[in-house]
């Protein structure tokens, strides 16, 4: 895919966003956190693609591989349908 091919120009860093425990939902903090990097996306970096990378706490490896995976592209699909991110500029990594 082109992602990979694109060269990664900086690092953003955002505050931990939560899920419901053991889940891919986001919970209540959590679509506060998106909200606010939403807002960074659309009115700082606009022109920026953006690698959602998604993660989970200790257990069996592959669940927290497919779980991470999940959390991302949930972060994403938040990003586009609540947001009106176009969806070529947002890519989920577990």
């Given at each position: 895919s082109d ?92």
């Amino acid at each position: 895919s082109d992602w990979g091919r694109l060269d990664e120009v900086a690092t953003m860093r955002v505050e931990p966003i939560s899920f419901d425990l053991g889940e891919s939902l986001l919970d209540v903090d959590g679509k506060a956190q998106v909200d606010k990097f939403a807002q960074l996306l659309k009115n700082n970096y606009p022109q920026y693609r953006v690698a959602v990378r998604g993660h989970t706490g200790a257990g069996d490896e592959e669940a927290n591989l497919k779980l991470s995976k999940q959390r991302a592209e949930t972060v994403r699909q938040y990003l586009i349908a609540v947001h009106g991110i176009d969806p070529d500029r947002v890519h989920a990594d577990g």
